[in-house]
């Protein structure tokens, strides 16, 4: 049932109208409940050969895509057996997330990356969860993650997720009011966040880099 889950969300594209809705970049969304996550996997096996694969999948929480991946759902042999091929085998994924991981998320999956060193994680996140607070758990939730070696960061356009996981017909992304204002926004308060764990920690580095032009 997981399988079939997975691979059916991965079969069809975003309608234009629950894209923006859910991503739509603002300080207060009420009313979305639910997290949206826009997932690119890339496999490789050997120096020549790669693969990939990409959808969309929603849930409350981001464990139900961690439990995709445990089960290997979302990345196939990651634990090292079950196909032939499966030694040496190394996958990137690159999460966009409507909103970004929640505390509890965070942990969980910081503990499976420490378990994974051949999975490499990047996070983009459209709206910062429950952040207001400098003492939030949420907070201190992400500069695990980044301790733990993902590139989290904010998405800094959309035009990416809306030609690779929209139903969009060709029709040109039409930015909303408050886009570019609100990104800015966002990167420097994920920056603020993200240094302070960086000032707490010498013994890791992390480098953030902007993919989506």
Known sequence: QVMKTYFLCLSVLLAQNKFIYHYKNMRWAKGRH???????????????????????????????????????????????????????????????????????????????????????????????????????????????LQRAGVQITTISTVVYCWQTFVACRQRVFKAWDGLHQNSVQLARKLNDILQVGHTHTHTHTCTHTVLLS
């Open 34 to 144: 639910e997290t949206y996550l826009c997932i690119v996997v890339k496999r490789r096996v050997r120096p020549n050969s790669l693969s990939f694969d990409f959808g969309h999948l929603r849930n409350r929480h981001l464990v139900l895509f961690l439990r995709l991946m445990e089960a290997g759902a979302l990345c196939p042999c990651l634990w090292g057996y079950g196909a032939p091929d499966s030694v040496g085998l190394c996958y990137s994924v690159t999460w966009f997330c409507s909103w970004s991981p929640c505390s509890d998320c965070s942990y969980r999956l910081a503990q499976f990356l420490s378990q994974n060193p051949n999975l490499r994680l990047r996070i983009y996140v459209s709206r910062l969860y429950f952040c207001d607070p400098e003492d939030s758990s949420a907070r201190e939730g992400l500069r695990m």
